[in-house]
Protein backbone atom coordinates (compact mmCIF):
# COMPACT_ATOMS: atom_id res chain seq x y z
CA UNK A 1 0.00 0.00 0.00
CA UNK A 2 3.14 2.65 0.82
CA UNK A 3 4.33 1.34 -2.06
CA UNK A 4 1.77 2.03 -4.11
CA UNK A 5 1.00 5.31 -2.64
CA UNK A 6 5.23 6.49 -3.72
CA UNK A 7 4.45 5.71 -7.23
CA UNK A 8 1.63 8.23 -7.73
CA UNK A 9 2.44 11.49 -9.06
CA UNK A 10 1.47 14.67 -7.49
CA UNK A 11 -1.32 16.50 -9.46
CA UNK A 12 0.70 18.95 -12.24
CA UNK A 13 -0.04 23.00 -11.64
CA UNK A 14 2.66 24.12 -13.91
CA UNK A 15 1.80 25.67 -17.58
CA UNK A 16 2.35 23.23 -20.40
CA UNK A 17 1.60 25.75 -23.31
CA UNK A 18 3.09 28.89 -21.50
CA UNK A 19 4.94 31.55 -23.43
CA UNK A 20 8.22 32.22 -24.23
CA UNK A 21 9.13 34.81 -21.67
CA UNK A 22 7.41 32.65 -18.81
CA UNK A 23 9.29 29.64 -19.48
CA UNK A 24 12.57 31.50 -19.46
CA UNK A 25 11.23 33.17 -15.86
CA UNK A 26 10.34 29.74 -14.40
CA UNK A 27 6.99 31.19 -13.74
CA UNK A 28 3.09 30.07 -14.49
CA UNK A 29 1.86 31.49 -17.44
CA UNK A 30 -2.06 32.48 -17.73
CA UNK A 31 -1.98 31.22 -21.14
CA UNK A 32 -3.85 34.25 -22.29
CA UNK A 33 -3.46 35.67 -25.72
CA UNK A 34 -2.33 37.50 -27.41
CA UNK A 35 -0.43 38.22 -24.55
CA UNK A 36 -0.87 36.74 -21.04
CA UNK A 37 -0.86 38.71 -17.98
CA UNK A 38 2.89 38.27 -16.91
CA UNK A 39 3.98 39.92 -20.08
CA UNK A 40 1.09 42.63 -19.60
CA UNK A 41 2.78 43.69 -16.34
CA UNK A 42 6.51 43.76 -17.24
CA UNK A 43 5.80 45.27 -20.59
CA UNK A 44 7.61 41.97 -22.44
CA UNK A 45 7.05 40.98 -25.66
CA UNK A 46 4.62 37.52 -25.45
CA UNK A 47 5.46 35.04 -27.60
CA UNK A 48 3.96 31.14 -27.53
CA UNK A 49 5.58 28.24 -29.14
CA UNK A 50 3.66 26.61 -31.84
CA UNK A 51 1.31 24.24 -30.36
CA UNK A 52 2.08 20.30 -31.84
CA UNK A 53 -0.86 19.11 -34.15
CA UNK A 54 -3.36 16.13 -32.60
CA UNK A 55 -2.43 12.52 -33.24
CA UNK A 56 -4.48 10.45 -36.00
CA UNK A 57 -5.93 8.77 -33.47
CA UNK A 58 -7.73 11.60 -31.45
CA UNK A 59 -8.60 13.46 -34.53
CA UNK A 60 -10.15 9.77 -35.59
CA UNK A 61 -12.07 9.81 -32.14
CA UNK A 62 -13.50 13.62 -32.61
CA UNK A 63 -14.31 12.77 -36.13
CA UNK A 64 -16.43 10.07 -35.15
CA UNK A 65 -14.60 7.02 -37.15
CA UNK A 66 -14.28 4.31 -34.51
CA UNK A 67 -14.77 6.21 -31.29
CA UNK A 68 -18.90 6.01 -31.70
CA UNK A 69 -19.52 7.14 -28.05
CA UNK A 70 -16.53 9.71 -27.79
CA UNK A 71 -18.95 11.23 -31.28
CA UNK A 72 -21.65 11.00 -29.59
CA UNK A 73 -20.86 13.06 -26.29
CA UNK A 74 -19.38 15.22 -28.39
CA UNK A 75 -22.83 15.84 -30.26
CA UNK A 76 -24.23 16.12 -26.81
CA UNK A 77 -21.96 18.62 -25.47
CA UNK A 78 -22.27 20.67 -28.56
CA UNK A 79 -26.18 20.47 -28.53
CA UNK A 80 -25.99 21.00 -25.05
CA UNK A 81 -23.70 24.20 -25.61
CA UNK A 82 -25.71 25.55 -28.37
CA UNK A 83 -28.94 25.35 -26.05
CA UNK A 84 -27.55 27.25 -22.93
CA UNK A 85 -26.17 29.74 -25.17
CA UNK A 86 -30.09 30.78 -26.64
CA UNK A 87 -30.75 30.88 -23.87
CA UNK A 88 -28.37 33.71 -22.84
CA UNK A 89 -28.60 35.72 -25.47
CA UNK A 90 -30.24 38.92 -25.41
CA UNK A 91 -30.51 41.88 -26.04
CA UNK A 92 -31.69 45.55 -24.78
CA UNK A 93 -34.95 47.07 -26.28
CA UNK A 94 -34.74 48.66 -29.92
CA UNK A 95 -36.86 51.11 -30.70
CA UNK A 96 -36.32 49.61 -34.26
CA UNK A 97 -39.82 48.43 -36.10
CA UNK A 98 -37.37 45.53 -38.03
CA UNK A 99 -35.62 44.24 -34.84
CA UNK A 100 -35.02 40.20 -34.07
CA UNK A 101 -36.65 38.80 -31.06
CA UNK A 102 -34.59 36.87 -29.12
CA UNK A 103 -35.48 34.52 -26.33
CA UNK A 104 -35.93 36.03 -22.48
CA UNK A 105 -32.77 34.51 -20.57
CA UNK A 106 -34.12 31.95 -17.94
CA UNK A 107 -32.76 32.94 -14.50
CA UNK A 108 -30.31 30.65 -12.88
CA UNK A 109 -31.77 30.10 -9.68
CA UNK A 110 -28.86 31.06 -7.95
CA UNK A 111 -29.09 32.42 -4.55
CA UNK A 112 -26.83 34.56 -2.76
CA UNK A 113 -26.10 31.63 -0.28
CA UNK A 114 -25.48 29.42 -2.89
CA UNK A 115 -22.77 31.19 -4.92
CA UNK A 116 -21.10 32.41 -1.53
CA UNK A 117 -21.19 28.70 -0.23
CA UNK A 118 -20.50 26.69 -3.11
CA UNK A 119 -17.09 26.68 -5.04
CA UNK A 120 -18.49 25.26 -8.32
CA UNK A 121 -21.74 27.00 -8.55
CA UNK A 122 -19.74 30.67 -7.92
CA UNK A 123 -17.16 29.70 -10.69
CA UNK A 124 -20.36 29.13 -13.32
CA UNK A 125 -22.11 32.30 -11.68
CA UNK A 126 -18.92 34.37 -12.19
CA UNK A 127 -18.10 33.22 -15.70
CA UNK A 128 -21.78 34.08 -16.73
CA UNK A 129 -21.16 38.18 -14.92
CA UNK A 130 -17.55 38.26 -16.72
CA UNK A 131 -19.48 37.37 -19.84
CA UNK A 132 -22.03 39.92 -19.35
CA UNK A 133 -19.16 42.19 -19.04
CA UNK A 134 -17.31 41.62 -21.99
CA UNK A 135 -20.25 41.44 -24.43
CA UNK A 136 -23.38 43.85 -22.95
CA UNK A 137 -22.24 45.77 -19.77
CA UNK A 138 -19.08 47.62 -20.22
CA UNK A 139 -20.95 49.95 -23.19
CA UNK A 140 -23.19 50.84 -20.15
CA UNK A 141 -19.61 53.43 -19.40
CA UNK A 142 -19.27 54.07 -22.63
CA UNK A 143 -18.93 57.66 -24.44
CA UNK A 144 -16.49 58.10 -26.48
CA UNK A 145 -15.00 55.58 -28.68
CA UNK A 146 -11.51 55.16 -27.20
CA UNK A 147 -13.50 53.71 -23.66
CA UNK A 148 -14.18 50.95 -25.22
CA UNK A 149 -10.87 48.98 -25.06
CA UNK A 150 -10.29 50.82 -22.03
CA UNK A 151 -13.35 49.43 -20.52
CA UNK A 152 -13.69 45.82 -22.33
CA UNK A 153 -10.08 44.70 -22.44
CA UNK A 154 -8.06 47.03 -19.78
CA UNK A 155 -10.50 46.58 -17.13
CA UNK A 156 -10.85 43.21 -16.99
CA UNK A 157 -7.21 42.41 -16.90
CA UNK A 158 -6.85 44.81 -14.33
CA UNK A 159 -9.22 42.75 -12.00
CA UNK A 160 -7.03 39.86 -12.43
CA UNK A 161 -4.59 42.15 -9.85
CA UNK A 162 -7.05 43.71 -7.69
CA UNK A 163 -10.13 42.28 -5.71
CA UNK A 164 -12.21 45.58 -5.79
CA UNK A 165 -12.00 45.48 -9.58
CA UNK A 166 -13.00 41.87 -9.99
CA UNK A 167 -16.25 42.02 -7.69
CA UNK A 168 -16.76 45.49 -9.23
CA UNK A 169 -17.80 43.68 -12.54
CA UNK A 170 -19.27 41.17 -11.25
CA UNK A 171 -21.89 43.28 -9.06
CA UNK A 172 -22.66 45.94 -12.50
CA UNK A 173 -22.62 42.84 -14.65
CA UNK A 174 -25.57 41.55 -11.68
CA UNK A 175 -27.35 44.88 -11.92
CA UNK A 176 -27.46 44.64 -15.58
CA UNK A 177 -29.11 41.10 -15.60
CA UNK A 178 -31.65 42.12 -13.16
CA UNK A 179 -32.47 45.55 -14.87
CA UNK A 180 -32.72 42.84 -17.80
CA UNK A 181 -35.96 40.97 -16.05
CA UNK A 182 -33.98 38.80 -14.31
CA UNK A 183 -34.51 39.60 -10.31
CA UNK A 184 -32.81 36.90 -8.88
CA UNK A 185 -29.69 38.76 -9.92
CA UNK A 186 -30.41 41.58 -7.90
CA UNK A 187 -29.47 40.05 -4.70
CA UNK A 188 -26.10 39.11 -6.29
CA UNK A 189 -24.97 42.28 -7.00
CA UNK A 190 -25.69 44.00 -3.77
CA UNK A 191 -23.56 40.92 -2.60
CA UNK A 192 -20.61 41.50 -5.20
CA UNK A 193 -21.14 45.07 -4.51
CA UNK A 194 -20.53 44.91 -0.77
CA UNK A 195 -17.50 42.53 -1.45
CA UNK A 196 -15.87 45.22 -3.68
CA UNK A 197 -16.47 48.67 -1.32
CA UNK A 198 -15.17 46.54 1.29
CA UNK A 199 -11.62 45.64 -0.82
CA UNK A 200 -11.52 49.08 -2.04
CA UNK A 201 -11.36 50.96 1.11
CA UNK A 202 -8.35 48.60 2.08
CA UNK A 203 -6.94 49.61 -1.60
CA UNK A 204 -7.44 53.01 -0.77
CA UNK A 205 -4.55 52.44 2.16
CA UNK A 206 -2.09 51.87 -0.81
CA UNK A 207 -2.58 54.41 -3.82
CA UNK A 208 0.32 54.51 -6.08
CA UNK A 209 1.25 54.98 -9.90
CA UNK A 210 0.54 51.07 -10.27
CA UNK A 211 -3.14 50.86 -9.11
CA UNK A 212 -4.39 54.69 -9.33
CA UNK A 213 -5.96 53.90 -12.74
CA UNK A 214 -7.91 51.08 -11.27
CA UNK A 215 -8.89 53.20 -8.29
CA UNK A 216 -9.93 55.86 -10.70
CA UNK A 217 -12.37 53.66 -12.80
CA UNK A 218 -13.64 52.02 -9.63
CA UNK A 219 -14.73 55.29 -8.51
CA UNK A 220 -16.85 55.40 -11.71
CA UNK A 221 -18.05 52.04 -11.19
CA UNK A 222 -18.88 52.52 -7.42
CA UNK A 223 -21.20 55.54 -8.84
CA UNK A 224 -23.02 53.24 -10.79
CA UNK A 225 -23.56 50.63 -7.77
CA UNK A 226 -25.30 54.03 -5.97
CA UNK A 227 -27.98 54.51 -8.83
CA UNK A 228 -28.19 51.10 -10.17
CA UNK A 229 -29.08 49.56 -6.56
CA UNK A 230 -31.38 52.20 -4.81
CA UNK A 231 -31.21 50.66 -1.56
CA UNK A 232 -27.46 52.07 -1.24
CA UNK A 233 -28.69 55.39 -1.23
CA UNK A 234 -32.25 55.42 -0.61
CA UNK A 235 -32.82 59.27 -2.11
CA UNK A 236 -31.32 60.91 -5.40
CA UNK A 237 -29.76 63.77 -3.23
CA UNK A 238 -27.46 61.74 -1.47
CA UNK A 239 -26.50 59.69 -4.46
CA UNK A 240 -25.02 62.54 -6.15
CA UNK A 241 -23.68 63.72 -3.28
CA UNK A 242 -21.88 60.32 -3.20
CA UNK A 243 -20.99 60.50 -6.93
CA UNK A 244 -19.21 63.70 -5.96
CA UNK A 245 -17.15 62.55 -3.05
CA UNK A 246 -16.09 59.49 -4.90
CA UNK A 247 -14.84 61.07 -8.27
CA UNK A 248 -13.38 64.02 -6.66
CA UNK A 249 -11.55 61.76 -4.03
CA UNK A 250 -10.17 59.60 -7.10
CA UNK A 251 -9.56 62.61 -9.16
CA UNK A 252 -6.83 63.71 -6.12
CA UNK A 253 -5.40 60.23 -6.72
CA UNK A 254 -5.09 60.90 -10.50
CA UNK A 255 -3.13 64.11 -9.83
CA UNK A 256 -1.06 63.20 -7.35
CA UNK A 257 0.25 59.71 -8.68
CA UNK A 258 -0.77 60.18 -12.76
CA UNK A 259 -1.03 62.46 -15.75
CA UNK A 260 -3.61 60.56 -16.80
CA UNK A 261 -7.64 60.27 -17.28
CA UNK A 262 -10.07 58.32 -18.76
CA UNK A 263 -10.58 59.52 -22.69
CA UNK A 264 -14.09 60.90 -21.58
CA UNK A 265 -13.26 63.05 -19.22
CA UNK A 266 -9.65 64.25 -20.77
CA UNK A 267 -11.99 65.25 -23.93
CA UNK A 268 -14.12 67.88 -21.51
CA UNK A 269 -11.15 69.14 -19.50
CA UNK A 270 -9.38 70.03 -22.48
CA UNK A 271 -11.98 72.44 -23.78
CA UNK A 272 -11.80 70.99 -27.31
CA UNK A 273 -15.84 69.72 -27.84
CA UNK A 274 -17.58 72.76 -29.54
CA UNK A 275 -21.25 73.03 -27.93
CA UNK A 276 -23.92 74.50 -30.24
CA UNK A 277 -26.87 75.97 -27.94
CA UNK A 278 -28.88 76.47 -31.77
CA UNK A 279 -29.49 72.75 -31.09
CA UNK A 280 -31.66 73.12 -27.53
CA UNK A 281 -35.34 74.29 -28.17
CA UNK A 282 -36.66 77.88 -27.67
CA UNK A 283 -37.85 77.02 -24.27
CA UNK A 284 -34.81 75.27 -22.71
CA UNK A 285 -32.55 78.20 -23.97
CA UNK A 286 -34.59 80.63 -22.00
CA UNK A 287 -34.57 78.36 -19.01
CA UNK A 288 -31.07 78.50 -19.12
CA UNK A 289 -31.18 82.36 -19.53
CA UNK A 290 -32.70 82.33 -16.74
CA UNK A 291 -29.96 80.58 -14.58
CA UNK A 292 -27.80 82.99 -15.78
CA UNK A 293 -30.24 85.29 -14.73
CA UNK A 294 -30.14 84.48 -10.98
CA UNK A 295 -26.82 84.13 -10.75
CA UNK A 296 -26.84 87.48 -11.43
CA UNK A 297 -29.45 88.43 -8.83
CA UNK A 298 -28.49 85.91 -5.88
CA UNK A 299 -25.77 86.49 -3.25
CA UNK A 300 -23.46 83.54 -2.16
CA UNK A 301 -21.89 83.76 1.70
CA UNK A 302 -18.12 82.99 1.88
CA UNK A 303 -16.03 81.17 2.00
CA UNK A 304 -16.70 80.84 -1.32
CA UNK A 305 -17.07 84.40 -2.29
CA UNK A 306 -13.67 85.34 -0.50
CA UNK A 307 -14.44 87.39 2.60
CA UNK A 308 -17.80 89.16 1.85
CA UNK A 309 -20.67 87.76 0.10
CA UNK A 310 -20.71 87.90 -3.61
CA UNK A 311 -23.37 87.53 -6.63
CA UNK A 312 -22.98 83.93 -7.78
CA UNK A 313 -22.13 84.96 -11.58
CA UNK A 314 -18.66 86.40 -10.18
CA UNK A 315 -18.08 82.89 -8.22
CA UNK A 316 -15.83 80.39 -10.08
CA UNK A 317 -17.24 77.30 -8.65
CA UNK A 318 -20.29 78.73 -9.67
CA UNK A 319 -19.73 80.02 -13.35
CA UNK A 320 -18.61 76.24 -14.12
CA UNK A 321 -20.91 74.51 -12.71
CA UNK A 322 -23.39 76.64 -14.71
CA UNK A 323 -21.74 76.41 -17.85
CA UNK A 324 -20.75 72.71 -17.52
CA UNK A 325 -24.57 72.53 -17.32
CA UNK A 326 -25.59 74.11 -20.14
CA UNK A 327 -22.75 72.12 -21.89
CA UNK A 328 -24.75 69.49 -20.78
CA UNK A 329 -28.02 70.14 -22.56
CA UNK A 330 -26.35 70.90 -25.83
CA UNK A 331 -24.22 68.15 -25.63
CA UNK A 332 -26.96 65.94 -24.72
CA UNK A 333 -28.72 67.51 -27.88
CA UNK A 334 -25.98 66.68 -29.73
CA UNK A 335 -25.52 63.07 -28.60
CA UNK A 336 -22.00 62.17 -29.79
CA UNK A 337 -20.69 61.71 -26.04
CA UNK A 338 -22.87 59.96 -23.77
CA UNK A 339 -23.35 60.65 -19.95
CA UNK A 340 -21.31 63.95 -20.99
CA UNK A 341 -23.23 65.70 -17.78
CA UNK A 342 -21.67 63.00 -14.94
CA UNK A 343 -18.14 64.71 -16.14
CA UNK A 344 -19.33 67.59 -13.30
CA UNK A 345 -17.72 65.34 -10.50
CA UNK A 346 -14.58 66.18 -12.60
CA UNK A 347 -14.81 69.71 -13.83
CA UNK A 348 -16.38 71.38 -10.99
CA UNK A 349 -14.35 71.90 -7.56
CA UNK A 350 -15.25 70.24 -4.46
CA UNK A 351 -16.21 73.31 -3.12
CA UNK A 352 -19.67 73.60 -5.04
CA UNK A 353 -20.98 70.18 -3.26
CA UNK A 354 -20.19 71.47 0.35
CA UNK A 355 -22.62 74.29 -1.14
CA UNK A 356 -24.84 72.22 -1.53
CA UNK A 357 -24.74 70.46 1.74
CA UNK A 358 -25.20 73.32 3.29
CA UNK A 359 -27.94 74.14 1.04
CA UNK A 360 -26.94 77.23 -0.73
CA UNK A 361 -29.78 78.66 -2.57
CA UNK A 362 -27.66 79.35 -6.21
CA UNK A 363 -25.67 75.64 -5.44
CA UNK A 364 -29.62 73.84 -5.47
CA UNK A 365 -30.87 76.12 -8.32
CA UNK A 366 -28.05 74.67 -10.52
CA UNK A 367 -28.51 70.88 -9.07
CA UNK A 368 -32.09 70.83 -10.10
CA UNK A 369 -30.83 71.91 -13.66
CA UNK A 370 -28.57 69.38 -13.34
CA UNK A 371 -31.48 66.81 -12.42
CA UNK A 372 -33.41 68.01 -15.62
CA UNK A 373 -30.50 66.71 -18.02
CA UNK A 374 -29.48 63.52 -15.70
CA UNK A 375 -33.27 62.31 -17.04
CA UNK A 376 -33.18 63.32 -20.75
CA UNK A 377 -30.15 60.88 -20.75
CA UNK A 378 -31.83 58.12 -18.69
CA UNK A 379 -33.61 57.67 -21.93
CA UNK A 380 -30.26 56.57 -23.36
CA UNK A 381 -31.12 52.36 -23.89
CA UNK A 382 -27.05 52.40 -22.30
CA UNK A 383 -27.80 54.77 -19.94
CA UNK A 384 -30.13 52.20 -17.89
CA UNK A 385 -28.63 52.47 -14.65
CA UNK A 386 -29.62 56.23 -13.84
CA UNK A 387 -33.21 54.79 -14.40
CA UNK A 388 -35.05 57.62 -12.19
CA UNK A 389 -32.89 59.69 -10.58
CA UNK A 390 -32.78 62.47 -12.60
CA UNK A 391 -36.85 62.87 -12.01
CA UNK A 392 -36.05 62.17 -8.16
CA UNK A 393 -33.17 64.61 -8.28
CA UNK A 394 -35.69 67.45 -9.27
CA UNK A 395 -38.54 66.52 -7.08
CA UNK A 396 -36.05 66.76 -4.01
CA UNK A 397 -33.94 69.75 -4.73
CA UNK A 398 -37.46 71.67 -5.80
CA UNK A 399 -39.06 70.93 -2.57
CA UNK A 400 -36.15 72.32 -0.69
CA UNK A 401 -35.86 75.49 -2.87
CA UNK A 402 -39.81 75.85 -1.68
CA UNK A 403 -39.63 76.23 1.34
CA UNK A 404 -36.70 79.07 1.30
CA UNK A 405 -37.12 82.66 1.19
CA UNK A 406 -35.16 82.51 -2.51
CA UNK A 407 -38.79 80.55 -3.74
CA UNK A 408 -40.24 84.00 -3.52
CA UNK A 409 -38.65 85.40 -6.47
CA UNK A 410 -40.64 85.01 -9.82
CA UNK A 411 -37.75 83.61 -11.68
CA UNK A 412 -36.89 80.70 -8.96
CA UNK A 413 -40.82 79.81 -9.04
CA UNK A 414 -40.25 79.97 -12.91
CA UNK A 415 -37.08 77.56 -12.64
CA UNK A 416 -38.84 75.21 -10.31
CA UNK A 417 -41.81 75.10 -12.88
CA UNK A 418 -39.66 74.31 -15.55
CA UNK A 419 -37.71 72.21 -14.49
CA UNK A 420 -40.70 69.61 -12.59
CA UNK A 421 -42.70 70.14 -15.87
CA UNK A 422 -38.95 68.69 -17.65
CA UNK A 423 -39.18 65.55 -16.05
CA UNK A 424 -43.07 65.01 -16.31
CA UNK A 425 -44.12 66.23 -12.37
CA UNK A 426 -47.43 67.11 -12.01
CA UNK A 427 -48.16 66.46 -8.33
CA UNK A 428 -47.68 69.11 -5.77
CA UNK A 429 -44.76 69.51 -4.06
CA UNK A 430 -44.72 67.32 -0.65
CA UNK A 431 -42.49 69.38 2.28
CA UNK A 432 -39.63 67.24 3.08
CA UNK A 433 -37.76 66.06 6.00
CA UNK A 434 -33.94 67.98 6.05
CA UNK A 435 -32.01 65.55 8.45
CA UNK A 436 -33.17 62.78 5.68
CA UNK A 437 -30.64 64.39 3.14
Request: glycine share 4%; hydrophobic share 40%.
Amino acid sequence: MVAEKQKRRRAHTKSRRGCLACKGRHVKCDEQTPRCANCVVRATECIYPPRPSPSPSVLEGVRGGTADNAGSAAAQTESSLQGQMALREDSFASSSSDAVETPAIQPMNLSVTAFSSTPGSSRILELELMHRWSTKTWASLYSVPDDQPFLQEHLPRAALFESYMMNGLFALAAADLAHSGQSDYLAIAYEYSTRATADYQVALQNVGRDNVHAIYAFAMIANIFNFSMPALAPTAFTRMRAAFDTVSSASDFIITHAHWRPPCSSLVLSGSLQHDMDLLSANTRAALDRLTSLSEQIRVPSPLAGPSSALAADVRVYQLAISHVKNSFAEDARGAVKGYCFCICDVVPSEYMAAVRAWEPMALIILMYFGVVVNQSSKEVMMWWIKSSGKELVEEVAAMLHEMPVAQMPDVQNAISWAREEVGLRDPMVPIVREAY
